[in-house]
């Protein structure tokens, strides 16, 4: 069973999504969906979502064109990206802010690591050095929501504390999708 130490939670994982998802998550993500529910971890930089509903609102945004094209999104960190599962890849981060994708590897090694690593491995592997910065500023994010940058670092924003703003998570991927484009891997 992997260990969330530090996890708040949000709400309960309903059984139908559970069911739906059996068999096509890793079975890890399932324990923790039984176990935990939905909420956030990691000092409150990641969150557990619902797949299904970030599927239906931004499918159409994690740009998942090679291998076996299955990309199920089950997570979100606090700086507006998207952690899907992959098949064929294991857990990858769609860095939107960065314009960019990142392997993370097993879930249960990702979450060990974080754990383990703290906000060591989440700079390393997501690049979250202004986060922390970012809940001290502008206090902490509601479970919907992300910091994101204002301006876009895409059409020339600067990678400060101040130009990150609360956003809805969902709604900051589409934005950024729409005016960046769908990051292909």
């Not at 690591?113 to 502008?138: C, I, K, N, T, Y």
Request: aromatic letters at 8%.
């Amino acid at each position: 069973m992997i260990e969330l130490a530090d996890f708040l939670p949000h709400a309960p994982v309903p059984a139908e999504i559970i069911d739906e998802y059996r068999g096509r998550v890793p079975d890890e993500l399932v324990e923790i969906w039984e176990q935990y529910g939905y909420g956030t971890f990691g000092e409150g930089f990641l969150r557990i979502i619902d797949p299904k509903l970030y599927e239906a609102e931004v499918g159409a945004c994690i740009g998942k064109t090679q291998g076996d094209r299955i990309a199920i999104p089950i997570m979100a960190t606090g700086l507006g990206d998207l952690i899907t599962w992959e098949p064929s890849l294991g857990v990858v981060a769609i860095l939107y802010r960065d314009v960019r994708i990142r392997g993370l590897g097993e879930l249960s090694t990702f979450c060990n690591l974080v754990r383990r690593g703290g906000a060591r491995h989440l700079s390393r592997a997501l690049s979250w050095d202004l986060f922390p910065q970012a809940v001290e500023q502008h206090g902490e994010l509601p479970y919907d929501q992300s910091f994101i940058f204002v301006q876009l670092l895409s059409l020339g924003g600067a990678a400060k504390v101040e130009n990150l703003h609360k956003r809805a998570t969902i709604a900051s991927i589409q934005v950024a999708v729409d005016v960046q484009g769908v990051i292909g891997h």
